[in-house]
């Protein structure tokens, strides 16, 4: 059997190496990261599902990934564990000044979309407001998903080492398969000079009495989004800045336009202040190459996916890389979707290993 590594172990590496090991329950799965949960993205995030910050990654792909990760927090609320797994249903308004804003194509993945009234816009504390739907949908709390998936796949016979990994190429010596979903950390790993921070701050209050989420989709617009035990106000999302500190300036911007849509967070109680960076891309990159040694031709070429099981002439020893990374402010509503598609990558690579020693 194959020896398969994920490196990273964030939301996308580790429903990828849940998905993995729902295909190969016999393989050797090991998750390799500096990071693990508490420690993060994922894990600071409020969670809702919503396709944001996603640069040119085509629509249909969007569609299918989100949808495909809709249907999973759907059963997981269903089920007795949906709790603590961080899932919970909420109504959700998304809001924006521009005429243009336009229906969604997801609007039919979530549930009683419809668009808001002028008067139901006039009572969300901005006058520029122009468009806005209203819907019913999911949070997904990672700081909750996450050690429960971690637990699973432990359980289930997966390894984990924490490490970080310099070079993907020496790994590909130990590992027959490597599947990247570093995020940022693809920046530098792969590298990827197109993969550049987007700098999320946000405030978590206690206020248990506010049960929707409201998010506006201007530049300078704020979000309010509950989760079971606090409430998210938010946010920004400042390109190219690594700071992950907190600023004064955008804790001001917070607290001032969140009190503008709903006036008592202004004096909940303060629990913390957070700062992460999204790995924001010009697209999701969810592709297969063999890795290659210094000099030779990469098959397929950089940003193709692999698909079907092609014969192609290689050598026993040049290994497979797949590559999942760049969610952008997705993650959480991706997360299922695209692992379900490294899982079929990672299966087209073992069809093709097993090939290569015939």
């Avoid at 990934?65 to 007795?80: A, G, I, Y």
């Avoid at 961080?86 to 993945?109: E, I, T």
């Avoid at 924490?162 to 590298?191: E, F, M, S, W």
Wanted: glycine share 10%; aromatic share 8%.
């Amino acid at each position: 059997m194959v020896k398969i590594v994920i490196v990273g172990c964030g939301i996308n590496g580790l429903s990828s190496a849940i998905r993995i090991q729902d295909e190969f329950p016999a393989a050797e799965i090991t998750i390799i990261s500096d990071k693990f949960t508490p420690e993060t993205t994922s894990d600071g995030a409020a969670g809702i599902w919503g396709p944001y910050l996603l640069g040119t990654t085509p629509a249909n792909d969007v569609y299918r990934w989100s949808k495909e990760t809709h249907n999973f927090l759907r059963d997981t609320w269903k089920s007795p564990e949906g709790g603590l797994m961080g899932v919970s249903m909420l109504p959700c308004f998304r809001v924006s000044s521009d005429d243009d804003f336009a229906v969604p194509d997801w609007s039919d993945v979530v549930y009683g979309f419809r668009s808001l009234t002028q008067q139901e816009l006039q009572k969300l504390g901005k006058p520029s407001l122009k468009k806005g739907y209203g819907f019913v949908t999911f949070t997904c709390e990672g700081r909750k998903l996450l050690p429960y998936l971690l637990n699973k796949f432990k359980m289930r016979g997966g390894q984990i080492l924490k490490a970080k990994v310099q070079d993907l190429h020496t790994l590909g010596k130990a590992y027959d398969i490597v599947v990247n979903c570093t995020g940022l950390a693809a920046r530098d790993l792969v590298p990827d000079e197109t993969v550049q921070p987007k700098r999320g701050q946000i405030i978590r209050v206690n206020s248990p009495d506010i049960k929707w989420a409201i998010l506006n989709d201007d530049d300078d617009g704020n979000y309010i989004i509950p989760n079971q035990d606090s409430v998210v106000l938010g946010g920004t999302h400042q390109e190219g800045d690594w700071n992950c500190t907190t600023y004064q300036e955008d804790t001001t911007f917070i607290k001032t336009g969140c009190a503008a849509i709903i006036p008592s967070v202004q004096d909940a109680p303060l629990i913390r202040e957070w700062v992460g960076l999204r790995p924001g891309r010009p697209s999701v990159r969810l592709d297969m190459e063999v890795i290659q040694h210094p000099g030779e031709k990469p098959w397929p070429p950089r940003n193709k996916t692999a698909k079907g099981s092609r014969k192609v002439k290689m050598k026993e020893s040049e290994p497979f890389l797949c590559s999942n990374y760049g969610h952008g402010g997705s993650g959480l509503t991706l997360f299922w979707g695209c692992a379900k598609d490294t899982a079929d990558l990672v299966k087209t690579a073992t069809q093709m290993y097993m090939q290569s020693k015939l």
